[in-house]
T-cell receptor, first 115, second 117 residues
Framework: AQTVTQSQPEMSVQEAETVTLSCTYD???????LFWYKQPPSRQMILVIR??????QNATENRFSVNFQKAAKSFSLKISDSQLGDAAMYFC????????????FGKGTRLSVIA | GAGVSQTPSNKVTEKGKYVELRCDPI?????LYWYRQSLGQGPEFLIY????????DSGLPNDRFFAVRPEGSVSTLKIQRTERGDSAVYLC???????????????FGEGSRLTVL
């Protein structure tokens, strides 16, 4: 079974600084997706960024970028120029791209942004 | 609607009671998922529908939990004889397709917070 591990329960960053959230995963598959979701106090999961495993180029969405290391099964999220609105729970998730499989989530990292 | 809608937003019930939680997915999305999120944890998969049928219910913890999606759109998660350990946020998500070929992205609702006293 696939597993996703987030080893940092909590992180903090100064406003305007950069922070990196770690994620590792375990799978025997080669074709899959990886995601970072943000969950603010409203509870709704919001997609931050997505990476297809077959793509070597790291995904980037404005201030958010990933460092995808397929061989090491590592998928870290970098947030640049951190803003107060970035404060939330961040979840790393995996999904096999074959058949009908659900997202598998890590336990999350709580990010605090200090003004 | 524009997004995934879940009702009720909050539900408080007594131990032993029956509860129904409703999910209205994004129009046109064929795949629908239920997750349970306990305090301080990541979401845990419960059940997945492709159309009207449950394609994977391996995450349902026991036979007190049941879900339906009779017309392939709205889904209801049903919990019988509720226990205090069932207290959690129940998240619903939908996607265009549950199989390969899509973007893989799930769109989530705001969840239903269930508290069992």
């Amino acid at each position: 079974a696939q597993t996703v591990t987030q080893s940092q329960p909590e992180m903090s960053v100064q406003e305007a600084e950069t922070v990196t959230l770690s994620c590792t995963y375990d799978t025997s598959e080669s074709d899959y997706y990886l995601f970072w979701y943000k969950q603010p106090p409203s509870r709704q999961m919001i997609l931050v960024i997505r990476q297809e495993a077959y793509k070597q180029q790291n995904a980037t969405e404005n201030r958010f970028s990933v460092n995808f290391q397929k061989a090491a099964k590592s998928f870290s999220l970098k947030i640049s120029d951190s803003q107060l609105g970035d404060a939330a729970m961040y979840f790393c998730a995996y999904r096999h791209n074959k058949g009908n499989t659900p997202l598998v989530f890590g336990k999350g990292t709580r990010l605090s942004v200090i003004a | 609607g524009a997004g995934v809608s879940q009702t009720p937003s909050n539900k408080v019930t007594e131990k032993g009671k029956y509860v129904e939680l409703r999910c209205d997915p994004i129009s046109g999305h064929t795949a629908l998922y239920w997750y349970r999120q306990s305090l301080g944890q990541g979401p845990e998969f419960l059940i997945y529908f492709q159309g009207t049928g449950a394609a994977d219910d391996s995450g349902l913890p026991n036979d007190r939990f049941f879900a339906v999606r009779p017309e392939g759109s709205v889904s209801t998660l049903k919990i019988q004889r509720t226990e205090r350990g069932d207290s959690a946020v129940y998240l619903c998500a939908s996607s265009l397709t549950g199989g390969s070929g899509g973007t893989g992205e799930l769109f989530f609702g705001e969840g239903s917070r269930l508290t069992v006293l």
